[in-house]
């Protein structure tokens, strides 16, 4: 089965980090876009980041620019996200998904979505 499995989630404060992860199963990540998308509740998807894994080109929704950063590990078939300066708003569940096209292509082109990770931000 061609999947996702996020994990690094968990309950933070405001200003803290986490970090998550994205592993692949049952396919390598070479020459996808690989983003994440985050859910708040009653909320549509939201675009968080992406990675162009054929030549790691980066790209950040400007809610999280500065604060957030992707990366690609292809030895361990994982991308992760690296969340920092956490604020309630980022509270959501966070999944990955790939597309054999470009990073901004719309929701409908990504695929292999995982079960997500909740990031609860809060004091």
């Known amino acids: 089965q061609l999947q996702f499995v996020e994990s690094g989630g968990g309950l933070v404060q405001p200003g803290g980090s986490l970090r998550l992860s994205c592993a692949a199963s049952g396919f390598t990540l070479d020459y996808y876009g690989i983003a994440w998308f985050r859910q708040a509740p009653g909320k549509e998807h939201e675009w968080v980041s992406c990675i162009m894994t054929g030549d790691g080109s980066t790209y950040y929704a400007n809610t999280v620019k500065g604060r957030f950063t992707i990366s690609g590990d292809s030895a361990r078939n994982t991308v992760y996200l690296q969340m920092n300066s956490l604020r309630p708003e980022d509270t959501g569940t966070y999944y990955c998904?790939?597309?054999?096209?470009?990073?901004?292509?719309?929701?409908?082109?990504?695929?292999?979505w995982g079960q997500g990770t909740q990031v609860t931000v809060s004091s």
């Open positions: 998904a790939k597309t054999p096209r470009w990073c901004d292509s719309p929701r409908k082109d990504f695929d292999s």
